[in-house]
């Protein structure tokens, strides 16, 4: 039997989006501003964590130090970390804008969804590693105290972890959705400043107006991914909640989730399409 | 070897058409000036055929492909556009980034800062580039993945004398390699000599697209022939 091969046009040869992940990340740690934010991260973190620390069992202050309660609220120092991860991922996106080397970045791939794929990736990753290291600051300091007043440690090492791993993912998912919002409203300032006001002020004037809406407000659900208690911790953007739970892990995952993917998909159909010029 | 076709091109920004029903070819293995007064719709066309603005109408190809739906495009288009790069990164850091990018080898970075003379600037961070420096580098970032075609908006800027003679020098070199250049300029003077056909664009139209021996064939130089077309365009 004779096959007759047919002319397709030859497919675009896509660079691997793992490849272009990969660039991303270079392009961050070659700027010296990713380890400023990283150093300003576990900076604030340490601060207000040994604030809390020493406030514990205070008048106004968290829980006793002894207690589990109050080793929980110490731990609300480490969202500093997710603060600023979304920051920096803002600065991925954003900064393309700020220098103008989006030029080079599409002259080298086309497919700016692609692009903005790479960046989610790059400022998830990035996210990441701020997640975890201001949690193992603040669990550190926490420890410390602790120990330092001869306590016993009241939190189980399984608890521990989950906290680390929320912190992982919500810082993660954090720096996904500054990507977006770098994406969408690509001035560098406006980005980063809007995202300090949104989960330093925003968060919490919406949550005192609608309480139930708490948990589903997207710094407080990844804060409460960490193990940060609504309502419990003098500082963080549960201050002051009453009778309000925070969302379960998976729940609050994929509400980050759904929040970074819908941001992505908005800035994909709009400011990503419009023309470099 | 590359050939570049720009048809029926349209670009409106608001009231103002930036480009308008511009039509022309440039044949591969030439180098082609791309001349015209400044906001005559150089940049834009360019930025058209680069596929970083989107036209209103028109079609504008690269061997018979827009530039998005280009295999591996910087193996095939290099292109100076604008001489913007992040400050904070060294010239070497920026120049691997994009070699990874093009798949290019790494070791690449260092061939071509030392052809376009920043060999010793490559550890120093570009934000304490002079315009000419980083208009070198611009060419160093075109040349990284060994195209065949150059597309470049304004190279001069910035460079001086010596480097206006070794810009003239590299684009003589690629095209007698079997490059082909598109070149767009204000500074008529810097390429004259180095040009083959010139396209002239007023107003974003096309005002004559031929060979420079055919526009100075009465003797006058391409300046004076530029200034007489674009004001006949005009009238």
Redo the contacts between chains.
Sequence with gaps: MTTIAVPTNPAVRRVPLARLTRIELLKLTSTRLPYGLLAASLLLTGLFTVIEAARAGTSGGPAPLASYAGQAAITAGGVWSLILAAVLGATVSSGEFRYRTATLTYLAVPGRGRVLAAKAAAGAVAGALFGVTGYLVTLGITLGFVAGKGDSVAIGAGTLTDWGLGHLVGAALLGAIGVAVGSLVRSQLAAMIGIFAWMVIAESLIGGLFNAARPYLPYTAATALGGVPIGTSSFGPGRGAENVAALPFAAGTALLLAIALGGLLLAARTTVRRDIG | MAHIQIQGLVKRYGPVTAVDNLSFQVQPGTVTGFLGPNGAGKT?TL?ML?????PDAGSATINGRR????????HQ?G?V??A???????AR??L???A????ADPSRADDVLSLVGLADAADRRVGGFSLGMRQRLGLA?ALLADPKLLILDEPANGLDPEGIRWLRDLLRGFAAEGGTVLVSTHMLAEVAQTIDSAVIVHHGRLVVQAPVAELTADGTDLETAFFHLTRESVS
């Design positions: 834009t930025r680069l596929g970083l603005v989107t530039y998005a739906e280009m295999a591996e495009p910087l288009v292109a556009l604008e913007s790069f992040h400050p904070g990164r060294t850091a920026h691997r980034i994009q990874l990018s093009a798949e970032t």
